[in-house]
């Protein structure tokens, strides 16, 4: 693998602070943080009352504040109901429009991390930070860091590795790897219809079921113990790239000679002639079965996930 950094178009950073910031994110966000350890990012989801997620999304702490990354049109429902229910309590919400989010991988980035932040961090999701901001490590296919920095940081990063950047393939490069991860996300098109397990984020650490009470959290927790889930998130693979592919796109299996409606296109990827998807299929879907796109002859093959998984058998 070649060393690679790329700025991140499609993300933004919501900021939280206040003397109120952790205990009023508890009660609106899926994971645990009245007793959140520093120098840790997690994954998480914020939900509806129905349990639907309006969002899902990496938290992390920096300096008194934390920071959410997340897909931007998810991340601006978040900001909204977040700054509706926030009135209550002694936070401030607001997009943080001058922090941009960087990812790389490589000796060269991970010298550009010790650099500025005079270690890099060493294990899955630990964090460092600094006055230039957060990086975060993300073990995907090899060590990743994700680079969460304010205007000072970028500057940095423009000033000693220009040369490093690749603004084009790199950003769909990162989308391939992530959802290599088998980490889905929302957008404009799936908000509002998911619970957090139908993307798979109870196996990424990203619900904790015995903490008290958050938006949605008695349908979370009903799904969990009733058994009441009957989709999940799926990794699709192509050998060719997929013209035509949409957030929202449906899939379909074959049933016979027919074609039937199988599942829906939550996100996409196309790298080197090939297109990598994420698909939230029933959760009894075999790996190797073959899907296509409605009205296409063109196909994917469901491939293994990353994390232990179970296929439920119907």
Sequence with gaps: MEDFLTKLSKQTVLQISGVDTRKYLHGQ????????????????????????????????????????????????????????????????????????IFVGAGKDVEKLVEDMFASAPQSYMSTVQNDFGVAIRMDFEYTTYKLILNADGVKYVEQNAATLIDEQLGEQYVEYLEIGAG???????????????????????????????????????????????????????????????????????????????????IRFANVNGKTRALAVLPNDTEYGTVLKLKDSTERFTVSEHPYPFEIVKQ
């Design 29 to 100: 966000v899926s994971v645990e943080l009245e007793n959140w350890q520093s120098n840790t990012a997690r994954f998480a989801a914020h939900c509806d009352f129905k349990g639907k997620m309006w969002n899902s999304f990496l938290i992390c702490d920096q300096g008194e504040n934390m920071l959410i990354s997340g897909h931007h049109e998810a991340n601006t429902v978040s900001l909204e109901q977040l700054k509706k229910y926030g009135v209550f309590s002694k936070v401030e919400i607001r997009e943080a429009e001058e922090y941009s």
């Design 183 to 265: 980490i889905g996300n929302i957008q404009a098109k799936t908000v509002g219809e998911f619970v957090p397990q139908m993307l798979n984020l109870q196996y990424l650490n990203a619900i904790d079921f015995d903490k008290g009470c958050y938006m949605g959290q008695e349908v979370v927790a009903r799904t969990k113990f009733l058994g009441k889930n009957k989709r999940a998130t799926y990794i699709l693979n192509a050998n060719e790239a997929v013209s035509k592919l949409n957030i929202g796109d449906p899939v379909e299996i074959q049933v016979g000679e027919n074609w039937r409606r199988a599942g829906k296109i």
